[in-house]
């Protein structure tokens, strides 16, 4: 069926160092792809989205990049810091049938950033 | 300027009992969907309403309905609940309809069935 894969599942770096998360999807239709960032016992927050006619959107520390043609995208993060510490989840409309689409996100990826 | 609420923030549910969960979403936005998250996954899409009508419904069974009122406004309504419906369930508005449009999420409802 139609699905996000979001890999890797957990992920600790450094602090200061990237760290980068990568999602593929199914749905070649699929044309809006945003990054929402989980705190724990937080609601989810988005923190950047990129539409398919670029292929990459940077919004300071944070970058997304897009490969249409391969159905995959990633976050990019620069110079992390502890606060960056949070559970990160991708997601993309999927065809769910009688013309309409739905979210479906990623199973998440927990980022550690160790000072 | 308020963002989306929910309430209750906690339930606790025995099974086969039956549960109300609302959501008022942030002013302006006409679209309110419901999500499932269950501990370590990514939310799950269960609903969507836009201008009151149902716009999109994701794997769930029949124990699972919703509604959107005149002013926006949700229910998310499960009935004969299961262990297995404990979660944390999040709505999430937006000022257009369908799932390309940022959704806004509230703080959830923590549903536990015992």
């Known amino acids: 069926g139609e699905n996000v894969e979001q890999h890797p599942s957990t992920l600790s770096v450094q602090e200061g160092d990237s760290a980068v998360i990568k999602c593929t999807y199914s749905d070649s239709a699929s044309n809006y792809f945003p990054w929402y960032k989980q705190e724990l016992g937080k609601r989810p927050q988005l923190i950047i989205d990129?539409?398919?006619?670029?292929g990459e959107k940077k919004d300071q520390r944070i970058a997304v990049t897009l490969n249409k043609t391969a159905k995959h995208f990633s976050l990019h993060i620069t110079e992390t810091q502890p606060e960056d510490s949070a559970v990160y989840f991708c997601?993309?409309?999927?065809?769910?049938?009688?013309?309409?689409?739905?979210?479906?996100f990623g199973k998440g990826t927990k980022l550690s950033v160790i000072p | 300027d308020a963002g989306v609420t929910q309430s209750p923030t906690h339930l606790i549910k025995t099974r086969g009992q039956q549960v109300t969960l609302r959501c008022s979403p942030i002013s302006g936005h006409k679209s309110v969907s419901w999500y499932q998250q269950v501990l370590g996954q990514g939310p799950q899409f269960i609903f969507q309403y836009y201008e009151k009508e149902e716009r999109g419904r994701g794997n769930f069974p029949d124990r699972f309905s919703a509604r959107q009122f005149p002013n926006y406004s949700s229910e998310l309504n499960v009935n004969a609940l299961l262990l297995g419906d404990s979660a944390l369930y999040l709505c999430?508005?937006?000022?257009?309809?369908?799932?390309?449009?940022?959704?806004?999420f509230g703080p959830g409802t923590r549903l536990t069935v015992l």
């Open positions: 997601a993309a409309p999927l065809y769910s049938g009688a013309g309409s689409y739905q979210l479906t």
């Open positions: 999430a508005s937006s000022s257009g309809q369908g799932a390309y449009n940022e959704q806004f």
């Open positions: 990129i539409r398919s006619n670029v």
